[in-house]
């Protein structure tokens, strides 16, 4: 009896013993967890941090051999040489021109030919469709030697036109639209025809409402796309008229190592940066859910 | 039964997409394959009334050129670098991630950040923090004003001062910066989809375990990454197609020289090939090199999937 007893209590110590250890280690592990999630993410901010102390530093200031992780004196002056060397206004307005009538042009078209595919029936429509997603294993670059010549010969080099036409036409946008639109009740389309209503009508009060966060990621996505493009306008409207700011940032400042200056640079960087950070602020849900099914960047 | 009214209407709506397809990506697609087989093509000397003979010339020039090997090593090492690295930190952000409640919100934000930058931009300042600055041209009798963060670090740990970017220095401290930058620019997209495929994963699997006991590793080797495998092979698949097209980070961190300044080039990749080749209007041979990345990204596409048809459960 009294072994039986004792056995027992011995048990339940054992196990407080266990459940204590537990408990430790599972304080243990959580702040693992944290460290190395805190760790990480000063590194991820750590670039983002140093272009900001470094834009208002002086250049002595920047050039100590024992670097300071605030500046001593803040310089704002570096913005505003930062602006007018690389003429970061006019690049400003330029890129947002093209964006923004790139980003119209390119919803209309989506629009459209979303509304085909998942609303109207017609010949050859999955056939059609498949080709277009085809289209999107190639890489651009396949596009790009032909897209130059086209290009050069209907006489668009320069303009702002050869910078918006070529890339209106998204196949992914338009994926995403359709399966969008196509979530939507065909019932309503079909009361809507019964009452006259024409297609157009149709779209603007039914589709395009509920399919609205669709279109502001693909608006959002399009203008930071005409932010970050580099190639193609470097290769084709390189001059200072219609030259984009990414562009235009790299090339008011060739020199990437050596003899540097490094505050004034980087005060150009935070300022091309900051609209994007801006953007996302405001509209992370609808960058996230963007990204998230298209795995391109811009 | 399809009325013709509808027949008819889809085609208007559709007819502005197409009209653009048809120019700017099927007649590209054909003409990058007549140019690529047409000995020695060049589009100026085409205007001028020259022609070309059909053969695989392109191609045989492209792939005994030196500096293309080079540029085909360069993309190839990155990748291999890159993906695999890029993934493993994801992977563990994202399960490290979904396994707090406290500031999961705000650290999920400053995870995602580096996305929403101009790969040009930010690419200037890992050059800054990897840039010695000063009179340094990678010979005796510098006059060194600051060695950079990183090496400042480095020197604080004890270690010593590399040459990373400037004059002089060697290619693998190079590659290792484009590494450094890559991972940390691929990172975000990575860890956003593996998070939202971890939040997908039905919490009884887990409830399972715990009243089985199982240990934390097992959990996460037999539970968490088998359930997880559709959304890996989807980042590695995306991680690889993006990284055989890498050239606007490399631009953004040695400017369009490609390399340190005593030696341009060295960092090129098959896309700066391809430009490079537009540029100097060889267009045959621009197309034939766009063709054999195209291959290769369509190689690796399928080795990926079939790969992990083995290794994904859904």
């Not at chain 1, 019932?187 to 297609?199: C, I, Q, R």
């Not at chain 2, 950079?148 to 001062?161: A, P, Q, S, T, W």
Request: glycine share 6%.
């Amino acid at each position: 009896m009294t072994t039986s007893k004792k056995n027992i209590v011995m048990r339940e110590k054992d196990m407080q013993k266990v459940s204590a250890q537990q408990k430790v280690v599972q304080a243990l592990v959580k702040v693992g967890v944290y460290a190395f999630l805190l760790v990480m993410a000063l590194i991820v901010l750590f670039p983002f941090y140093w272009m900001l102390i470094s834009s208002v530093k002086t250049l002595e200031e920047y050039r100590m051999s024992v670097p300071t992780f605030w500046p001593q004196k803040i310089m704002l002056s570096n913005y505003v040489e930062a602006f007018t060397t690389a003429n970061l206004g006019r690049l400003f307005l330029n890129t947002l021109y093209v964006g923004l009538v790139s980003t119209l042009l390119s919803l209309v078209i989506t629009i459209l030919c979303a509304f085909a595919f998942a609303r109207l029936e017609f010949k050859g429509k999955e056939t059609l469709f498949g080709l277009m997603l085809a289209t999107m294993m190639i890489p651009g670059e396949l596009f790009t030697i032909t897209n130059y010549q086209t290009v050069t010969q209907l006489g668009w080099l320069n303009t702002f036109t050869v910078l918006i036409v070529p890339f209106l036409v998204s196949v992914f946008y338009i994926y995403l639209l359709k399966q969008n639109f196509m979530q939507i009740p065909n019932e309503l389309y079909l009361a809507a025809k019964v009452d006259g209503t024409s297609d157009i009508k149709y779209l603007c009060k039914v589709m395009i409402p509920l399919a609205l966060p669709t279109l502001i990621s693909i608006t959002i996505l399009k203008m930071m796309g005409a932010w970050n493009s580099y190639i193609w306008p470097r290769l084709v409207a390189n001059d200072a008229e219609h030259r984009l700011i990414t562009n235009g940032l790299r090339n008011a400042f060739t020199e990437t190592t050596g003899d540097v200056n490094y505050p004034v640079q980087m005060a150009a960087v935070a300022i091309v940066s900051a609209p994007l950070f801006l953007v996302f602020i405001f509209l992370r849900k609808y960058i996230m859910a963007g990204v998230s099914r298209s795995g391109i960047k811009g | 039964m399809v009325d013709n009214k509808q027949q008819w209407k889809a085609w208007l709506y559709l007819s502005p997409a197409i009209i653009l397809l048809l120019v700017f990506t099927v007649w590209p697609i054909i003409n990058t394959l007549r140019m690529a087989f047409l000995e020695g093509y060049s589009a100026q000397a085409e205007v001028g009334g020259a022609t070309f003979e059909f053969g695989i010339g392109n191609f045989l020039k492209v792939i005994e050129y030196k500096k293309f090997l080079q540029c085909m090593q360069n993309t190839i090492l990155l990748c291999v670098l890159t993906v695999p690295i890029s993934t493993l930190l994801a992977l563990l952000i994202a399960v490290a991630l979904n396994s707090i409640k406290g500031l999961q919100k705000i650290l999920q934000t400053i995870f995602f950040l580096p996305y929403v930058t101009n790969s040009i931009a930010i690419g200037m300042v890992f050059a800054a923090m990897f840039n010695i600055v000063g009179s340094f041209h990678g010979t005796e009798n510098e006059i060194i004003q600051t060695a950079g963060i990183i090496n400042n670090v480095i020197e604080f740990f004890g270690g010593e001062r590399v040459n990373w970017i400037n004059a002089g220095s060697q290619y693998w401290a190079n590659i290792t910066v484009m590494v450094v930058y890559i991972v940390w620019n691929a990172l975000p997209f990575k860890i956003l989809v593996l998070l939202g495929g971890l939040q997908s994963i039905n919490a009884q699997y887990y409830d399972a375990a715990k009243v089985d006991g199982t240990s934390r590793s097992r959990v996460f080797a037999r539970i968490t990454v088998p359930l997880l495998s559709p959304m890996l092979a989807y980042v590695i698949i995306t991680g690889f197609i993006g990284g055989f097209k890498e050239y606007t980070s490399i631009v953004g961190i040695f400017g369009e020289t490609m390399g340190p300044p005593d030696a341009p080039g060295r960092l090129n990749t098959m896309v700066g090939f391809v430009y490079e080749a537009l540029e100097n209007k060889h267009q045959g041979r621009a197309s034939a090199a766009a063709l054999i990345l195209f291959v290769i990204i369509l190689i690796v596409t399928r080795l990926n999937m079939r790969f992990g048809k083995k290794s994904v459960y859904y």
